[in-house]
């Protein structure tokens, strides 16, 4: 493979460690929007909900965001300067392929830290509707706040979900490259020279 070709893809060690942090990452939210929750046994609203409890949802979504955020910033700043760009490798009559790779990982992540960002504001308000019940006699007001304490808790979980999702669209986008760079370098790789045959015995002799 030729160095221009090297220059032009994600270099495997960076590639490898980002595949190991993303998956990590991805199973954190995929964790956490499967065990943090809001309904009892019944699948109702708690009748007196942990406000702190639910706040700490909002506090842990929000750190993982961060988290999310410095993933896709640190990837951003590292991008190589032709990686979004198609190359062509010719060989033969020529082979066309086009790298996109760091454009397409770059935007899961961006999908991811979006999405990841609307998380924590729906917890914190699922929180700030339980101290308001906490503190209603109500049967209406409570109704209502119940209500929309499900809808905001089940929303800020289906982010999780899918910033989950995204991280693991681009783990898989970085298995892929690594699979084309293995391609490209059995197609690049020089050929050695043919070992010349032994030389024949001499047919004098003594």
């Known amino acids: 493979m030729t160095s221009d070709l090297r220059r032009d893809l994600i270099p495997n ?9 993303l ?6 939210l995929r964790a956490a929007a499967q065990n943090w929750e809001l309904l009892d046994e019944t699948g109702h609203v708690p009748a ?11 506090t842990d979504a929000q750190d993982l ?25 010719g060989i033969g009559i020529g082979i066309g392929i086009g790298i996109g790779i760091g454009i397409t990982v770059l935007k899961h992540l961006g999908t991811a830290s979006t999405m990841s960002s ?14 308001s019940l906490s503190r209603s006699a109500d049967p209406t007001d409570r109704y209502y706040l119940a209500n929309h304490m499900v809808v905001d808790h089940a929303s800020a979980r289906a982010y999780l979900r899918r910033t989950s999702e995204s991280l693991r669209d681009a783990a898989r986008e970085l298995d892929d490259h690594l699979s084309v760079r293995r391609f490209l ?9 043919p070992t010349p045959p032994p030389p024949r015995p001499s047919g004098r002799h003594r």
């Open 13 to 21: 060690d960076d590639a490898l460690q980002l595949i190991d942090a």
């Open 23 to 28: 998956n990590a990452m991805k199973d954190k």
């Open 48 to 58: 007196a909900p942990s406000y702190t409890a639910l706040l700490q949802h909002a």
């Open 65 to 89: 965001s961060r988290d999310v955020l410095g993933l896709t910033a640190d990837f951003a700043r590292s991008l190589h300067p032709a990686t979004g760009i198609g190359i062509g490798i």
């Open 118 to 131: 609307h998380a924590a504001p729906l917890f914190t308000e699922t929180a700030e509707r339980a101290l």
């Open 185 to 193: 370098a059995t197609l690049t790789r020089p050929v050695g020279r």
